[in-house]
């Protein structure tokens, strides 16, 4: 991003990176945590990279309440699986 006064010029990574930012929070205040505890937990499974970035063409064109209504539930289905692969073994 290049600041020049009160304007910028937007990246395509600016676009990315503001996107996730939004979702987290979004996807914390569903889940009732902070977005910081959210974004430990997509960290920790992956899901900034495997889920917001990879898909990141056809989540930024739905609304925000679907992408954290769908971040949220993904998150929670892969810890679920984590959870049950560690119990397994």
């Not at 990176?17 to 009732?32: C, D, W």
């Amino acid at each position: 991003m290049i600041m020049t006064g009160t304007t910028y010029n937007r990246t395509p990574a600016y676009d990315r990176i503001h996107f996730a930012t939004m979702a987290v929070e979004s996807g914390a205040r569903l889940l009732g945590i902070t977005p910081q505890a959210m974004y430990r937990r997509l960290k920790r499974q992956d899901l900034i990279h495997q889920r917001l970035m990879r898909h990141y063409d056809l989540l930024h064109t739905q609304s925000l309440d679907y992408v954290a209504e769908d971040i949220a539930e993904t998150l929670q289905n892969w810890e679920l699986s984590e959870q049950r692969e560690q119990s397994e073994t």
